[in-house]
């Protein structure tokens, strides 16, 4: 490719003059990856996808400043929770993420300004029970009625005290 331009030739009509030679010398043929889909494709676009697949092919990793890093693991906890096997154990698990993003409101994380909402319990369960059709889902376990809860809570606080 160190031959120029020449003048009077239109760019597109030099460089597809160029490319047809070069295919016809074979200069193309067996070239890593030839035949495979592009690697990325149908995923959107990331300006910042061959810092990432350096960091994979090197086995690189950075610790995320603590306000990343608790978004980060707000985002794993909906996820884990969505997968979880009871109704009860998906409330749990958002109920404990969101323990730590409220111990967080008080403390100075490293990282960017970054106040993570809490998440909505609701929303997670809706999410929850749209994958996982009632058929499929446990039993759940009736509650007492009113009056014996209060009765339970009242011999359960005396057995402590």
């Keep these: 490719m160190t031959e120029r331009k020449p003048p009077g030739v239109g760019f ?42 350096k960091m994979l092919e090197e086995n690189l990793s950075f610790p995320l400043p603590g306000t990343l890093a608790l978004r980060k693991e707000a985002e794993e906890s909906v996820a884990e929770a969505m997968g979880a096997r009871t109704e009860a154990e998906a409330r749990r698990i958002v109920g404990d993420m969101n323990d730590r993003i409220r111990e967080s409101y008080g403390k100075a994380l490293s990282g960017p300004p970054l106040l993570q909402p809490l998440i909505d319990v609701e929303e997670v369960v809706t999410g929850w029970r749209a994958l996982h059709p009632a058929e499929e889902r446990p039993a759940p376990v009736p509650e007492p ?15 402590h005290d």
């Design 145 to 159: 009625p009113r009056e014996r809860r209060s009765l339970l809570r009242f011999f359960q606080r005396r057995k």
């Design 12 to 53: 597109e009509t030099w460089i597809d003059r160029q490319i047809r030679e070069a295919t016809e010398r074979g200069e193309f043929d067996d070239l890593p990856g030839a035949g495979k889909p592009l690697p990325g494709e149908g995923k959107p676009h990331d300006e910042m996808w061959w810092i990432k697949q």
